[in-house]
């Protein structure tokens, strides 16, 4: 590392902080135009979004964010598009939700079993696009955007026969059985009362989704997996470098297979908080869409742990201080805009970023290299 | 541009013009190092002057200088007597100069034809005048003796007539003077005297021709006029009948020269690698590698020579287990080493140095560290279990660094800040520390400079000497004949000769690598 490390800090926040500025001038813009004060509804999201019932929320929304972006993130690191982390997760959770009805164990064990089978289905799943690429060539991207339409076709047809609970009278959800106690994940609350944070007069019926935990021990699993142990570094040789990585052993059929299947295995989580939180069981109108956002909240984060977690809270945020919008009179797809916004400039951003960072590496190795060269020559 | 101008400058061989070009205190600087440093450069017209110094030591830099492609920081370029200022190669070629560079720029899918009037095509209406385009080639392939059927694909031509093409190309943008980089490094003996008929030509045509070069001997028989330039400052203009290939090569490194020659043979009876019947078809039937049998004993170093694209790639792959083989058997110290993948040979010892460091070689984006563990990761001291030993990598790469004289600001720098001959010598240098029992070295000194060239020849050495079976596979001839104790050349897939390299010439060889010279009629 020749650069200083403030340096290199800030030339790492300098791509999103640009993107987030960049994205509010956009939606001022878009706010003007349509004749709405930007400041009036920046003010208002803020206030909104900063109350304790929306930091929560905004916590609890950023954990399928944050897991499915793992997901996505795990496959970018070997340049492995997998598209397919909302079919898998939807599968996972509608077999979760069965298999966890279907069973009495005691608490810890009947949580673990659920996360289990959620991570076997969503792996499984997750393993087919990478076989078909290996055998038969088929591109990721086609084959994970096609799986889930097949994921989402048979997640439907499992809750409407199968795993179908008989309703009560009048009751017209179609869902699962319901997960008995033991299977639910405890929320943090005495957590934050133990903090001195006054969930219950402050934020009533606000619950912290216990989920947390299991998202930040992923994330520092995905860190040491990826940077820490060998299969990492052969994760992201094939990354930075499949030919290089081939000729140093790395067998990459295997590699694309094993990534795969621990991209739908991460994948297959990101429902199970709101399952085994809120729902407790598969209904069908269960949350849909972590798979897309997932991918820009990875691009956002640049794939690190930290800068994803940091993107899927901001992602929340914005979705959550949104909902005081349309109190106003202000249309709240203003923050899809944002969101879109701030995807597209950051691509644009962190390229500018890369080339100023590798100008200077390249500037500080050079100097010093001549500098310890002239050293030597005089020591000589 | 569109007309032909066949005759020099208006100023002839006298006058204040008689120079063709005229550089004078170019500087160029970039970030942490001066490439050009007030070079001065007087080309006659009509005369091949040569441009000679080792890689890095600003050629390539004051060529895209005259050619538009960089602005110099400071000095002068006079052409024909004019003060010029290129924005950019366009305005280079508007001034008559036109440069033929080392990589061809073809394309594969056009014919002879359509490659030269490609971006320069004369139209009437949006329509291309095809008719006229063939009769001004034609008519310029006759006058500098360079006639090329206008029609053949370019993929169905040799790489000397593809280089022709090139030359043409840029002729037929009405260049007066032609910039040559490095025009023999991809021709074989035989093509290179065909290119020095042609140049002969065109300089009698009064083409004037700047040709860069570092390989002295042939600088010496075609060039009339030659300067130096080491480390970006010009060194001395010489005549070349007043010189000799070593005064020349001091010149151009400042010190004493290293050579390739390997002295006292090391070559036990011990078999480390052994090829039985090896053949590789490719998806399409085509057999690119025929049934290929050759022993590597322990200290012994076996050269393949051959013209690129002749199946060594293919060899290389094989044995690494890149490429699975059809038919036959690959024995690494007496066991069948056929069905295992890459890393188990790796981890059998098997040291590799890829041909093309950028594409198999380096991740150039990551840490050195991190490079000097890539195909090594599994053993120590980079890994433990499946955990990275950081600590101990980079002390590993530590060692490396300092051992092989990799210039590093730390092993924690991305990989593209080395210089290519760092970058080379760090690649070497992880080979080497692993100890390995064969090492395959696919052109291990290409694009390095002579000071980087001569570490890894003495790394190789060494390591020879200690025991190690090397398969040398280079198209720098001088390197496999100085270096091989047994010198194989590979034509169509097939090793069809066996020479010594203490007897073989440079012009023998080429003639088996050409297909001159067939099977069996080596000794």
């Known amino acids: ?380 | 541009m569109t007309e032909i101008t066949t005759t020099a400058g208006p100023g002839g061989t006298s006058g204040p013009s008689s120079y063709a070009v005229e550089l004078h205190g170019i500087t160029k600087r970039f970030p942490g190092v001066v490439a050009n440093d007030r070079i001065e450069l007087e080309v006659r017209t009509g005369e091949i002057h040569a441009i000679v110094g080792e890689n890095g030591a600003g050629k390539s830099t004051l060529m895209k200088i005259l050619y538009g492609m960089q602005p110099p920081d400071e000095g002068v370029i006079r052409v024909e007597g004019r003060d010029m200022r290129f924005k950019s190669p366009k305005d280079a070629i508007a001034a008559g100069i036109g440069m033929v560079h080392q990589h061809f720029m073809l394309a594969d899918n056009l014919t002879v034809l359509e490659n030269v009037i490609l971006g320069s095509e004369p139209t009437r209406g949006g329509v291309i005048k095809f008719d006229e385009a063939r009769r001004r080639i034609e008519e310029l392939g006759r006058l500098y003796g360079m006639e090329l059927d206008p029609d053949e694909l370019v993929e169905d031509l040799g790489v000397g007539e593809r280089q022709r093409v090139e030359i043409l190309k840029v002729l037929y943008r009405g260049a007066r003077i032609l910039i040559l980089d490095e025009p023999t490094a991809v021709l074989v003996p035989q093509e290179v005297t065909e290119l020095f008929t042609s140049l002969a030509d065109l300089k009698a045509e009064g083409v004037t021709i700047i040709f860069i070069s570092h390989k002295l001997d042939e600088v010496l028989s075609v060039a009339d006029s030659i300067t130096v330039i080491r480390a970006g400052r010009t060194v001395a203009q010489v005549d070349p009948k007043e010189t000799t290939a070593r005064k020349l090569a001091e010149l151009m490194v400042g010190s004493e020269l290293p050579t390739p020659e390997t002295r006292e043979s090391t070559v036990t009876d011990i078999v480390e690698l052994e090829l039985v019947d090896v053949s590789i078809d490719a998806p399409d039937g085509r057999r690119i590698l025929d049934d290929v049998s050759l022993v590597v004993h322990r200290g012994e170093v076996v050269g393949i020579a051959g013209v690129e694209g002749n199946g060594q790639s293919e060899l290389v792959d094989a044995i690494m287990g890149i490429e699975a083989v059809t038919t036959g058997e690959i024995r690494l110290g007496g066991e069948d080493i056929s069905g295992l993948s890459t890393r188990e040979r790796r981890e059998k010892g098997v040291g590799y140095i890829p041909e093309d460091r950028h594409r198999a070689g380096l991740l150039l984006t990551e840490p050195i560290w991190e490079n000097a563990m890539l195909g090594h990761q599994t053993s120590k001291p980079f890994s433990r279990g499946p955990w990275v030993d950081r600590g101990a990598a980079h002390d590993a790469t530590q060692r490396i660094v300092e051992e092989f004289d990799v210039r590093t600001p730390g092993v924690d720098v991305p990989a593209y800040a080395l210089s290519g001959g760092n970058q080379q010598k760090l690649i070497v240098g992880r080979e080497m520390s692993a100890s390995p029992s064969l090492l395959i070295a696919s052109h291990p000194t290409r694009g390095i400079d002579v000071g980087a060239q001569a570490a890894v020849w003495d790394a190789m050495r060494d390591a020879r000497k200690a025991g190690l079976a090397v398969l040398l596979l280079s198209a720098d001839l001088e390197e496999l004949i100085g270096l091989s104790d047994t010198l194989w050349v590979i034509f169509r897939g097939r090793l069809v000769a066996k020479l010594d390299p203490a007897t073989v010439t440079p012009e023998e060889l080429g003639s088996y690598m050409t297909g001159a010279r067939g099977e069996g009629s080596g000794q």
């Open chain 1, 1 to 380: 590392m020749t650069l200083s490390w403030p340096k290199r800090f800030g030339l790492l926040l300098l791509g999103p902080v640009l993107a987030i500025a960049f994205s509010v001038a956009i939606s001022s813009i878009a706010l003007s135009a349509s004749g709405n004060s930007p400041t009036l509804a920046f003010t208002q999201m803020y206030h909104f979004g900063t109350r304790l019932d929306s930091v929560i929320s905004m916590l609890n929304r950023s954990i399928p964010l944050y897991i499915s972006a793992l997901a996505v993130a795990i496959g970018f690191k070997m340049n492995l598009f997998n598209i397919g982390v909302e079919g898998q997760y939807r599968l996972a959770a509608v077999v979760a939700a069965a298999a966890g009805a279907a069973v009495d164990l005691p608490a810890p064990i009947h949580v673990l079993f659920i996360v289990l089978v959620a991570v076997f289905v969503g792996g499984c799943w997750g393993a087919i696009p990478g076989v078909l690429k290996v055998t038969r060539g088929v591109h990721e991207v086609i084959s994970t955007i096609m799986l889930n339409t097949i994921a989402t076709g048979i997640a439907a047809y499992l809750l409407a026969t199968h795993f179908r609970a008989k309703n009560a009278p009048g009751d017209l959800v179609i869902k699962t059985k319901d997960i008995p106690k033991s299977g639910w994940f405890p929320n943090l609350n005495k957590i934050l009362d133990k903090l001195g944070i006054d969930v219950v007069t402050r934020a009533p019926g606000s619950e912290l989704a216990g989920f947390l935990f299991v998202a930040l021990l992923l994330g520092a699993g995905f860190y040491l997996l990826v940077w820490r142990t060998r299969f990492g570094f052969d994760l992201r040789a094939s990354g930075v470098n499949p030919g290089a990585a081939r000729a140093s052993g790395v067998d990459p059929k295997r590699m694309v297979v094993q990534t795969m299947t621990i991209s739908g295995g991460i994948a297959g989580l990101v429902g199970i908080s709101q399952l085994l939180g809120v729902f407790h069981r598969y209904t069908i109108d269960f949350p849909t869409g972590y798979g897309f956002t997932g991918i820009g909240v990875a691009l956002l984060g640049r794939n690190h742990p930290v800068g994803m977690a940091l993107g899927a809270m901001l992602f929340a945020f914005m979705d959550r201080s949104a909902q005081i919008l349309d109190l106003n009179g202000i249309p709240k797809e203003i923050v899809v805009i944002m969101q879109g916004v701030i995807l597209l400039s950051v691509v644009i951003a962190y390229e500018v970023v890369h080339r100023l960072t590798e100008i200077a590496e390249l500037r500080a190795a050079a100097a010093q290299t001549a500098a310890a060269h002239a050293g030597a020559q005089v020591a000589a």
